[in-house]
């Protein structure tokens, strides 16, 4: 019981050691919160355009789809399934996987820690300021706060399942390193992207590809709590959707442990 | 030279030239799908808004693949690259330029090349020879502009050291949201990008004249105007040259 709460310890310090190493970078930061942001405009400028073209068709209420927007540009260090590499392939590489495995700590919940960090901290440093332009916005454009505080403590949720699902998806693909040792696998990453709605929100997708797609591992990432959030799913869907994203989260952390344990047996290091 | 040396790994060039195409098909889809639920966008169809998209993913590559030097600028002045640049007789410019010439980034303009020989029999243009003309004045003009842009992006990092991740929405964004005219975005937008960054003038002004909706040849040539970006882009690279201060030995 006692060496349990130990490990515990460890894990959040290395949380910790990460989160504030992360805070550092502030110059970077409000580079990328202007970038984000006027990226985030020019979206919903083109929605916009496609909603004043024929707005019966269009999928989501605006106010809504504003809303998802704008928290995906806050958030999306948070979900965007590229970047929280912690070195971890280059370790796999370069062998220093061997002094890894000589510490006393599960590689996995270390690395899996880790990786949580960075994308919290990073969104720390960027989530507040673009959140207060975009609540602080005119009418059409700006952010509304979600109607009863049971949908934001659902979002709160999600986004925090989210964060799971995107990470352990992310040891997945470090872990595939030892196999293919191969750093950096672009095309998994965009295809990734895209079915969770990081190109357009899935309910733009047409009408069969978009339920297929809703199922997938992909969309118990950012969709889930971007469309909660925003009032596009709720009632028992938001119920639905977050079974969805716990089922995921568990299969991929079981993937995962059993794929990390396999590999460790017969990884071989070269070299003295 | 280039060519030559990048040619000697056969597979690995045409298996990154195929995973670029891969990837910058994401784009694509992303309009596709809009359009299976939209028929038109401000009064732009679906081949319309493909022929649009395909002008500037060439322009950016074009543009991409002599610019690679500039992209990393910033680590060619921390690495000191820069210094022996500037002891040796030919111009910065085209030293920087030759050498980092990467052609796999010429991916992005087959995937283009394509989508365009799909759109241009569809889009409803009659292609006689000012409009092939004017599709020409597009695509090169584009590609000078996207070259000035990382020209620029470079002499900011004569002040800051660091790459300055904002004029990635011009650059990247240039291509990401080029893929609708840019009048979409509203007039605020436009005249930005029609007298501050002048894209708008290689691809929605000769683009209105080539689906046939403005006669003027002013349109048609629009493209040309835009390359005097060139002239602000070159006068701010050698401010920077000139306010350049080595980091060491």
Redesign the interface.
Known sequence: MKNISYNYISYATLFKIRFIAGLQYRAAAWAGIATQFAWGFMEILAFAAFYRASPDVFPMEFSHLVSYIWIQQAFLALFAPWGSDVNAAETIINGNIAYEMSRPLSIYNRWFFEKAAIRVSRTALRCLPILIVAFILPEPFGMTLPSDPFVFLSFILSAVLGLCVVTSYSMLDSISVFYTMNRYNAILVIFADFLAGGYIPLPFFPEPLRKIAELLPFAAMQNTPLRIYSGNISGNDTVYAICLQLFWFIIMLVTGKILMRNSLKRVLIQGG | MHLKSQMQYKITFILNIF?RI??SF??V??VL??F???????GFSLSQVLLCMSVVSMAFSIAEVFARGFDIFPRLITNGEFDRALVRPRGIIFQILASHIEFVRLGIFIQALAVLIYAAPNSGVDWTFDKILTLFLMISCGAIIFFCLYIVYASFAFFTI?G???M??LTY?GRE?GR?PYA???EG?LRFLTYIVPMALFQYYPLLYILGREENKLYMFAPLLSVIFVIPAYLFWRFGVSRYKSNGS
């Not at chain 2, 299976?36 to 401000?42: A, G, L, Q, S, W």
């Open positions: 995973g891969i990837l994401a784009t889809a992303g799908f809009m299976t639920r939209f028929n038109e966008v401000e660091e300055l991740e904002f990635n929405i964004g949201f609708y979409i975005y509203g937008i």
